[in-house]
């Protein structure tokens, strides 16, 4: 079963109508028979893309980039006809550390050490692999 509904002009705030019936369907669900296995609100169906914009640079970080959009974001928000704005392919900043193992050897420190102090630093996640030369 579908059910549409249409917003009177006179509502104002549309996201907290749609909050409180998300909320509502969520509170019946629990009294529908054990059959029914979803209700789904969906508010975005008049939603329509009308420009797309990208963003490159050879120089700024991207976390500058992310700085920048978001400045962009708000100034294009100002402008009354745009109602929404949706970020895509964003790229997570990474830092790569080669170590070599001589250097390692020669202050007395392993590889695992060094993942062991990255991690407890705050890094997010690590991914290691490292290729000594011997059999």
Do not use: C
Not at 28 to 39: C, R, T
Not at 58 to 64: I, L, M, R, V
């Amino acid at each position: 079963m579908y059910v549409f509904v249409e917003l009177n002009d006179n509502v104002k705030n549309t996201d907290q109508f749609w909050s409180k019936l998300r909320h509502g369907l969520d509170e019946l669900k629990a009294e529908l028979p054990s059959g029914v296995s979803a209700l789904i609100t969906n508010s975005d169906f008049g939603d329509t893309v009308a420009l797309l914009l990208t963003i490159k640079s050879d120089q700024a970080s991207y976390k500058q980039l992310d700085d920048y959009l978001d400045q962009l974001a708000n100034q294009l928000l100002k402008v009354e006809a745009i109602s929404k704005i949706k970020r895509y392919g964003m790229q997570n900043e990474e830092i790569g550390i080669y170590l070599k193992d001589e250097k390692l050897a020669f202050y007395g420190i392993k590889p695992m050490m060094v993942l062991a102090v990255l991690k407890t630093e705050g890094s997010v996640s690590y991914e290691a692999s490292w290729t000594t030369g011997r059999s």
